[in-house]
């Protein structure tokens, strides 16, 4: 607690700050995840799985941590129910982590030639739009420092709107893989193909959380 009031002396965005570095721990696993299944290595699935889990626990802890010491009676430049709902878009991020890590054990897939590359694309975008709403985070206390406008203000609207045209990107890579699973179903199982679409659905969701997160800090921007 004492650590939490320290941080929040400092700024009330550097306790956010703490728990999306952690929430970045859970999706930075994400790689070797994929990169385990795309080698069929089951075993490491699981180990790896287990590590997000627990990564993802940590960043509950410290996101309840957060909750339940917010100070009431600071002065703080934005609401508390503003700061409560971007923790909550982060824990999000580290939840859907975990969702993917967790279906990836169910049962023994495999990637198809026909969408490996899809995949690894589909991937590699969503994990993009969570590196520029880090980012965006990052930079929230800079925001503070300016007031909230000015150039530091401007920059981080860009950056707002730039993870919005990587959502775009996503959902446009979705589409494409999805035709791809489709057209190749005939080759799996009931079952795994059903799972290959909980587990695009949940790859997918980076991006849309990632936007709803960059969006939200926006709008601290746009009532200031």
């Not at 939490?4 to 970045?24: C, E, N």
């Not at 508390?80 to 982590?97: C, G, W, Y």
């Not at 969702?99 to 590359?117: G, K, M, S, W, Y």
């Not at 035709?179 to 695009?200: A, D, I, T, Y």
Request: glycine residues 4%; hydrophobic residues 45%.
């Amino acid at each position: 607690m004492q650590t939490l009031a320290r941080l929040f002396g400092r700024s009330p965005f550097a306790p956010l700050q703490t728990h999306m570095a952690k929430v970045a721990l859970c999706i930075k696993e994400l790689a070797a995840l994929f990169e385990a299944l795309e080698r069929k290595e089951y075993d490491k699935i699981e180990e790896i799985s287990k590590r997000i889990s627990k990564l993802e626990h940590d960043a509950d802890l410290t996101k309840n941590d957060i909750r339940n010491n917010l100070p009431t009676g600071l002065f703080l430049p934005i609401a508390r129910a503003s700061l409560l709902e971007i923790l909550a878009l982060q824990d999000n991020l580290a939840d859907r982590a975990e969702d993917v890590a967790v279906l990836l054990t169910f049962r023994h897939l495999e990637i198809l030639p026909t969408f490996a590359v899809g995949l690894k694309a589909l991937l590699e975008k969503n994990l993009e739009a969570f590196d520029g709403v880090h980012q965006i985070v990052r930079e929230m206390g800079q925001l503070l420092e300016s007031s909230f406008g000015g150039t530091e203000a401007e920059k981080v609207r860009k950056m707002v709107e730039g993870v919005a045209f990587l959502e775009h990107e996503a959902d446009l890579l979705q589409r494409a893989l999805l035709k791809k699973m489709f057209h190749v179903c005939e080759e799996m199982s009931s079952p795994n193909f059903f799972l290959w679409m909980k587990v695009v659905q949940e790859v997918s969701s980076f991006a849309d959380e990632s936007e709803k997160l960059a969006n939200r800090v926006r709008m601290i921007l746009e009532v200031k």
